[in-house]
């Protein structure tokens, strides 16, 4: 079973940055397309990005223009990159493999990580 573990979460300030980092085994990371999501206290998780591997990125509009998406193929890593944060960022982050179909991108992987909390203070 492929393991996901996030990283890189913690309190920031609004207006602020945070990258957070994704690693897989199997080198999911570095082979296969990966999505950020994340899940605020009773919402639902939510798409944020994604990147193929080949390296194409797409955005949630909620996020375009904020966040940027990236890997390190030779680290085995998926990266979110998060700028101008707002108190509505805050949420559990969670990384995953992600399928393309019927228009939007879709978590693959059955199981998700523990994911890693932002919160962001206003």
């Known amino acids: 079973q492929v393991q996901l573990v996030e990283s890189g979460g913690g309190l920031v300030q609004a207006g602020g940055s945070r990258r957070l980092s994704c690693a897989g085994s199997?080198?999911?990371?570095?082979?296969?397309?990966m999505g950020w999501y994340r899940q605020a206290p009773g919402k639902q998780r939510e798409f944020l990005a994604a990147?193929?591997?080949?390296?194409?990125?797409a955005y949630a509009d909620s996020v375009k223009g904020r966040f940027t998406i990236s890997r390190d193929n030779a680290k085995n890593t998926v990266f979110l990159q998060m700028h101008s944060l707002k108190p509505d960022d805050t949420a559990v982050y969670y990384c995953n493999r992600v399928i393309y179909y019927s228009g939007s991108y879709h978590a693959l992987g059955g199981s998700w990580g523990q994911g890693t909390q932002v919160t962001v203070s206003s």
């Open positions: 199997r080198s999911i990371c570095s082979r296969k397309d």
């Open positions: 990147i193929t591997s080949g390296g194409n990125t």
